[in-house]
C-alpha cells in the first residue's frame, strides 16, 4: 500500500457465470488502480468468488479477466473472498492469490477504505 493515497475498495457480489458486471468491475478496478491516484482493494462476495476460478472461458465476458484480474492481483495485498462463496472447492487451482474473510473483516474493510464501489 502506498502512503497517502486515498483506498478503494471494489465489492463484487454478483455470478460472473451469469452476469457481466463481475467482468466489468474488475476492469474497473484494474484501470483506477492502473492511475495509481488510489489504493484499490478488491472483494469477491457471494457467487462473485468463481470470478477466481481456474478456467475463466465458463465466466461471461472472459476477455476482462484475462485481461485485468493480472493487474488488479499485482496489489501488494490478496484478493479476498467472503466466505458467503460456499464452493470454495471451485476455486482450486486458482492461479490467483486470494484470502477468505469473515463477513466481519469484510465490515472492517469497507470502514477502513475511503470510497466503496458496488457491483
Known sequence: MRANLPRTLVVVE?????SPRPA????????IGAWKKTDVT?????????????????????????????????S????????????????EGSPWRYEVITAERTVELVRANDYLIRL
Open 42 to 74: 478488491l472483494l469477491l462476495r457471494g457467487p462473485a468468488g468463481y470470478s477466481l476460478q481456474e478456467f475463466p472461458d465458463e465466466l461471461i465476458d472472459e476477455d476482462n479477466f484475462t485481461r485485468y484480474l493480472p493487474l488488479v492481483a499485482e
Open 14 to 18: 454478483t455470478d460472473p457465470r451469469t
Open 76 to 91: 501488494p495485498r490478496p484478493i479476498y473472498v467472503e466466505d458467503s462463496f460456499a464452493d470454495l472447492a471451485a476455486l
Open 24 to 31: 466489468e468491475a474488475i476492469r474497473i478496478a484494474a484501470g
